[in-house]
């Protein structure tokens, strides 16, 4: 039985989308924040003009840093933790986080109201 190679070769390459559509399926809001460590307590700092959230944590070493921005976040915006989640590099200090289940309009409206 004979294989015809170019035959397969475009059999095996993917449709393309005309409009492809992408959707997350879970809702939700999501800040840039930059995280200071060995703090007295966790807390708000400050945010920037950009909407970058300045946070203070009362961790003490990296192992510490996932662990306390997530429940401070959870805390801060009445949320559960597993309805947090942290993106980018843990070894840095600049970090996106997302909350499921909360509007941007209520995110927007917690952190106005902790700068003021």
Known sequence: M???IDSLQVAMKPKRLINPQFH???GGAAIAVHIKVNA???GILRISREGKVYIQLAAK???EIDANLVAFVAAFFS???HQVELLGNPA???RLVTITGLTTEDLQRKITAAAD
Do not use: C, P, Y
């Open 92 to 94: 840095s200090n600049e």
């Open 24 to 26: 997350n399926g879970r």
């Open 79 to 81: 949320v559960k933790t």
């Open 61 to 63: 070493n990296k192992s």
């Open 2 to 4: 004979d294989i015809d």
């Open 40 to 42: 007295a307590q966790d």
